[in-house]
């Protein structure tokens, strides 16, 4: 292809290269030149242009770039008409993407003039998904160029899911509270629904050898696919899973994955069922190499050694936030973390109605008082008292409290910018906060005393959060490592979805009562708890 600057007596049959534009006179890049328009140029006062011509064997970037595509693509694919010198590949059905990587790249080192994308290998795709691209960087491809990249033939397909059954075996183990089980079982439900394939069999036995196998045994018999969720994490290839694996008559094809999370993968086969001992993060919705290596099986692929080791490169997947330090005594015990209390306290009272509802009384104290008063006797170093709305006012009810007061302006959009306004406060040396409601009076100084005593960060204890008659409560203490995450919380919500997303870094904290669920939000529940509104 011949590019540049030449005379409109050359320019005809040449596309345009670079808009040209002169008093008013308009002509876009990528027109092809006829005879109108080079009249139309000698008419504006312009000599010359610069296209992009032809040779003789060139193909023009269109042609070029669906050749190319319909060769390259195999079953579950189909193509867009190509435009603009570029053909994109879509999927026909939900599967896995199948690449041939090497191919691939020696596609692209055929001429510069010819480039092909996709998603990763391996790839989750729903149908309609836009998977590749076939883009010809020029106006035309050398005609033995596109012969070469046309010959290389398929490099691409989709794998539809074809395994729908699955069974999950789950072991127990004293302390494995049933809601863990129960939980597992909804994550693993959402995470197969996009392949169409559903839990056929729950199973639960002990976490020992023999009643494993009987399970795995029956698992298999039911469904095509078998889910291990063991009590206990597998450490060696002779513990607890890969022996009943084994002892069922499977065989294990590969222990530990170069993914982070999910290094504690197992995966094996019983009679031709594949059988996966899933890592503890496979609890959790976040992606871990869990997700890799179960959407290979749903779709029907093969998942070696080989396929498990050649998974390093990308693996990892986020920093991992609960990795326990050496045992007790391998180490020097750190310095005692410095812990700071943020009391939010700039919400509008609407539910209330009337005066601000923390400056209610109960037993004879502001609401919003009892909350800093628990704050600073429950020994954390600092208290922030977050106000937004009749700042004054919550002012004057902590008069004489060693708090230090954070104005928030931004109150009336939502909890959540009351709680980025405090974190925002906090000094760089400050390891963890905890988060006190102003309107939940009952929460009190030894609460917050255990909810720092059971943080941890070097055990993987981030946050703790205490629990009362199996719900989860307020306050909660925050790790450092997680101010980052809520800094991004957005509306009327604190950290719920945060902590939704890092189970792996949770310390739950039992208390009796119902303290941490009791918020006096409401003139109902103000005069229930035997409390005043304000003056």
Not at 325 to 336: I, K, N, T
Request: aromatic residues 2%; glycine residues 12%; negative net charge.
């Amino acid at each position: 292809m011949r590019f540049g600057p030449v005379s409109l007596d050359e320019a005809l049959g040449g596309v345009v290269a670079h808009a040209v534009r002169r008093d008013g006179f308009v002509l876009k890049k990528g027109t092809l030149i006829g005879a109108a328009e080079v009249a139309a140029l000698r008419s504006a006062g312009i000599a010359t242009v610069t296209v992009a011509l032809a040779e003789a064997d060139d193909v023009g970037e269109d042609e070029a770039a669906g050749r190319i595509a319909g060769a390259l693509a195999g079953p579950g694919l189909r193509l867009d008409p190509p435009f603009t010198g570029r053909c994109n590949l879509f999927a026909t059905h939900a599967g896995v993407l199948v690449v041939d990587r090497a191919g691939i790249d020696a596609l692209n080192r055929i001429d510069e003039a010819i480039t092909f994308a996709t998603l990763s290998a391996f790839a989750p795709v729903v149908a309609g998904e836009m998977v590749g691209t076939v883009k010809i960087i020029p106006y035309a491809a050398p005609g033995g160029a596109v012969e070469r990249a046309v010959a290389a033939g398929t490099l691409i397909r989709v794998a539809p899911f074809v395994r729908r059954r699955v069974a999950v075996v789950s072991t127990l183990l004293p302390g494995l509270a049933p809601k863990v089980v129960d939980k597992t079982l909804r994550v693993t439900a959402d995470r197969l629904e996009p392949a169409g394939a559903i839990i056929v069999r729950d199973l639960r036995v002990p976490h020992e050898t023999a009643a494993l196998a009987a399970a795995i045994a029956e698992a298999c018999a039911a469904a095509d696919l078998v889910l291990v969720f063991g009590a206990s994490a597998i450490a060696d290839r002779r513990d607890v899973i890969p022996a009943a694996l084994e002892a069922a008559g499977g065989k294990v094809e590969h222990l530990g994955m170069p993914v982070d999370p999910g290094n504690l993968l197992m995966v094996g086969e019983r009679a031709g069922v594949p059988v996966i001992g899933a890592p503890g993060c496979a609890r959790s919705p976040k992606e871990n190499g869990f997700d890799w290596v179960l959407v290979r099986l749903l779709a029907g692929l093969a998942v070696t050694r080989a396929d498990m080791t050649g998974m390093g490169v990308g693996g990892l997947l986020m920093e991992i936030v609960s990795r326990p330090q050496p045992r007790e005594g391998d180490l020097p015990v750190a310095a005692a973390p410095r812990l700071a209390g943020l009391v939010l306290a700039a919400g509008r009272s609407t539910r209330m109605g009337g005066p601000n509802k923390l400056t209610a009384t109960l037993d004879g104290l502001p609401l919003v008082r009892h909350a800093a008063e628990a704050a600073l006797k429950g020994g954390l170093a600092e208290v922030v008292v977050v106000t937004g709305h009749q700042a004054e006012r919550i002012a004057a009810t902590l008069d004489g409290l060693a708090v230090r007061l954070v104005h928030n302006p931004d109150f009336a959009e939502g909890l959540s910018t009351s709680l980025k306004a405090g974190i925002a406060a906090l000094g760089d040396d400050v390891d963890g906060c905890v988060v006190l409601l102003g309107d939940m009076p009952r929460v009190g100084a030894e609460l917050v005393r255990r909810l720092a005593d059971a943080f941890d960060p070097g055990a993987g204890r981030h946050i703790v959060v205490p629990v009362a008659d199996g719900r989860r409560g307020n306050p909660v203490l925050w790790g450092r490592r997680f101010f980052g995450e809520l800094m991004k919380v957005a509306g009327d919500q604190g950290g719920r979805a945060v902590l939704a997303e890092a189970p792996e870094a949770v310390a739950e904290v039992p208390v009796e009562g119902d303290a941490v669920h009791l918020d006096l939000d409401t003139p109902e529940a103000l005069a229930a708890a035997g409390g005043a509104p304000a003056g």
